[in-house]
């Protein structure tokens, strides 16, 4: 490898060590500068459900719950629609489940699901029961995917 990387002029470098198995990726890539998938699970939850950029010690509590799994994607979900600061808007049920859409399926509710879910809300349903059929759908594991983190 050193001779073919010599014949193109480039030097060989070293390699990137790597992880012991079971170990989680933490921090920024050493290869591209990304962040892993955690953070950025937890950052999306900040800008979609809160509109805003994570502080510093939030951040540190939800990621490394999501690494030492101690917290599932469920439950960093709920700890943000649950949260003080997001029940302080006091949104309506329409805007409520918008941002459901929007957080767990990562898109804009089409008008039959707006509408079932409206209704099953005027219908008795609590809103942590609509947050659980969000947070247990298939879309919303694929975003955990995504991200690398386990939905729970």
């Given at each position: 490898?050193?001779?073919l990387c010599a014949s193109y002029g480039i030097a060989r470098g070293?390699?990137?060590a790597v992880p012991a198995y079971g170990?989680?990726?933490t921090g920024s890539c050493s290869v591209d500068g990304r962040q892993d998938g955690v953070?950025?699970?937890v950052t999306r939850l900040y800008k979609v459900c809160l509109g805003r950029a994570p502080d510093a010690d939030g951040?540190?509590?939800w990621t490394n719950?999501?690494?030492s799994h101690a917290n599932s994607g469920r439950t960093a979900a709920y700890g943000f629609v649950f949260?003080?600061?997001f029940t302080a808007h006091k949104y309506d049920d329409t805007a409520y489940v918008t941002y459901l859409y929007s957080a767990f399926l990562d898109r804009k509710p089409d008008a039959a699901g707006l509408a079932d879910w409206?209704?099953?809300l005027a219908n008795g349903y609590t809103r942590e029961q609509v947050f659980d059929g969000f947070v247990g759908s298939t879309e919303f594991t694929a975003i955990c995917n995504r991200y690398g983190i386990v939905r729970g």
């Open positions: 490898f050193t001779a070293n390699g990137i170990t989680v990726p953070t950025l699970f951040l540190r509590y719950g999501l690494w949260s003080d600061e409206l209704s099953r």
